[in-house]
């Protein structure tokens, strides 16, 4: 396996799918001559010439508009948002028409629209450039929606993503992007909808998903020197949502910590925690809680802005809690 960074992951999923599959191609503000925002798409204009990587204007709705047509008309766009927040401008595209085309017209037509978006803080682009809106959109039926936390997930789930026949919101994180970890050299896919237990451990389950999966893996191993044994659970996709392996794990350990860079009000952490209230009420030892982004716009300051996001001193403490021993 070659370690290589989150970026490059991506880069890589799209160059070979796009080499796959004539029907691929890319679009987006400054994907073609400028490589993208975040460098994903440099050298790709060279590689598959201005036709499958095409520069647009700054208009997400004609964006996602114009790939959801594309993709009803056989091809299967990749239509790429500098920030998942001017998705807010594509609302309808994303899901209003692309999710529920295949629905309402009794399955004759598929959508095999792949929109990639960044988003989370952590960068200092203040309080309408860093929101972590992806709960929004994983509230929608028929519209799948992929968050990577490693190298390995982002180019496996991008491929699948791809290739599904169904709209798929593929959000990466930022922070993420220099990220190392190992990929095959071979062709591979990440399921859409399966969990990843990113480390095993018996005394309490940590759920978490993006770079917050990242952060809990940091608590874990600083738990781990205090002989706390932390399971991880990376959720991978909010939709289609893995409660089975959720359910497995917290099985196993009694306690359970939900760790989201998102608002907690009406939040991922939320549904986690009320499915297993739902469905494994019996395991309960300790009352779940919840890790979460602070509920105010994020603040340009850095300083403020790192306080408003869960770090790992947070999940640590969380877990003392649950275990009863804060």
């Not at 180019?155 to 190392?180: Q, T």
Request: aromatic letters at 8%; a negative charge; hydrophobic letters at 45%.
């Amino acid at each position: 396996m070659a370690v290589i960074t989150y970026r490059e992951a991506i880069r890589q999923a799209i160059s070979e799918e796009m080499e796959r599959d004539p029907k691929v191609f890319i679009m987006g503000e400054e994907v073609g001559i400028w490589g993208g925002t975040y460098a994903i798409t440099k050298g790709l204009m060279d590689q598959f010439g201005d036709k499958r990587v095409r520069d647009t204007p700054i208009s997400e709705a004609a964006i996602v508009g114009g790939a959801t047509g594309a993709a009803l008309a056989g091809l299967r766009p990749i239509a790429e948002l500098m920030t998942i927040n001017f998705g807010l401008v594509a609302m309808d595209a994303i899901v209003n028409e692309a999710p529920k085309y295949h629905y309402m017209f009794g399955g004759q037509m598929t959508v095999p629209l792949t929109i990639r978006a960044v988003g989370g803080g952590g960068r200092q682009l203040a309080a309408t450039h860093s929101q972590t809106l992806d709960v929004i959109f994983a509230y929608f039926p028929g519209l799948k929606v992929v968050l990577p936390a490693t190298p390995y997930d982002a180019k496996g789930l991008l491929k699948a993503a791809i290739r599904d026949d169904n709209p798929v919101l593929y959000i990466e994180h930022s922070l993420l992007y220099p990220h190392k970890g190992e990929v095959p050299d071979e062709d591979y896919l990440v399921p859409l909808g399966k969990a990843n237990v990113m480390r095993q451990g018996s005394d309490v389950t940590i759920v978490s998903y993006s770079r917050m999966a990242q952060i809990s893996l940091e608590a874990a191993e600083a738990l781990s020197q205090e002989g706390i044994e932390a399971e991880i659970v990376d959720l991978r996709s909010l939709r289609p949502l893995d409660m089975e392996t959720v359910l497995d794990s917290f099985r196993k350990t009694f306690r359970c910590v939900i760790v989201e860079e998102g608002w907690k009000s009406y939040g991922v952490g939320a549904e986690i925690s009320t499915r297993i209230y739902e469905e494994a009420f019996d395991y309960i030892d300790a009352p779940i809680k919840r890790v979460a982004g602070a509920e105010v716009p994020m603040p340009y300051a850095r300083n403020l802005e790192q306080l408003a996001i869960p770090s790992k001193d947070d999940v640590i403490q969380a877990v003392h809690e649950v275990l009863g021993i804060a």
